[in-house]
Structure formats: structure tokens, C-alpha cells
């Protein structure tokens, strides 16, 4: 069982940055993938990026440029650093856990966390 925290989420201006922790427990960090998701209000959840067990990354086509995950393996934390944030990026972001080294997708996911909110004003 792995829990997951999320933190770092608040109400910004577009052009801000934020950045998004997720803080890890349970089982070994460094020998899964982990994915960040975001739910914008009447929306579907959707993929945002991912960072496999090596450190390396994907994103969604709507953040690429601008967002960057990254993981911290001795500190057992990963990080989405959102960088020229628009209001259309305005979501409640999660941090999920796959079940394997490498993301894929909405599958394999062990586990999600409560999820924290990001408020892009124009």
C-alpha cells in the first residue's frame, strides 16, 4: 500500500508559477512510476505528466514547455513544477502510483492521492 500527499496547490495569477509536491510512503519509491492528473470542474480527469523509476518524463501536449515532473527518490517525493500557468490549467491536480516502473496512463495505478486544488486567475 503506498499513501500519497499532495501539497503546493493555491489561487495564482496567469503567468505564475506553483509547484506541486506529492509526498510518498509505503513501499519503495524508486521502484515505481509515478503520474500527475488533474479534474477541472465538470471535466474528466486527465493526464498531465509522468516520471518513470529512471527520472524520465511525459507530459500532456497542454503543458509541455511550461510544466515539469521530477522525483526526489531519498526523499521519496515527486514534484510538478508549473511554470506560465493559464487559467484553463485551474483543476484539482493528483499524484498517482503505478505498479510499474514505467507510466501508462490511466492503467496500473496503485494508488491516488486526496488531490489539491489550483486556481489560475486571468
Known amino acids: 500500500q503506498v499513501q500519497l500527499v499532495e501539497s503546493g496547490g493555491g489561487l495564482v495569477q496567469a503567468g505564475d508559477s506553483l509547484r506541486l509536491s506529492c509526498a510518498a510512503s509505503?513501499?519503495?519509491?524508486?521502484?515505481?512510476?509515478m503520474g500527475w492528473f488533474r479534474q477541472a470542474p465538470g471535466k474528466e480527469r486527465e493526464f498531465v505528466a509522468a516520471v518513470n523509476w529512471k527520472g524520465n518524463t511525459d507530459y500532456a501536449d497542454s503543458v509541455k514547455g511550461r510544466f515539469t515532473a521530477s522525483r526526489d527518490n531519498p526523499e521519496n517525493t515527486v514534484y510538478l513544477q508549473m511554470n506560465n500557468l493559464k487559467p484553463e490549467d485551474t483543476a484539482v491536480y493528483y499524484c498517482a502510483a503505478y505498479t510499474t516502473l514505467m507510466p501508462t496512463g490511466f492503467k496500473n495505478i496503485h494508488s491516488w492521492g486526496q488531490g489539491t486544488q489550483v486556481t489560475v486567475s486571468s
Open positions: 509505503g513501499r519503495t519509491f524508486s521502484s515505481y512510476a
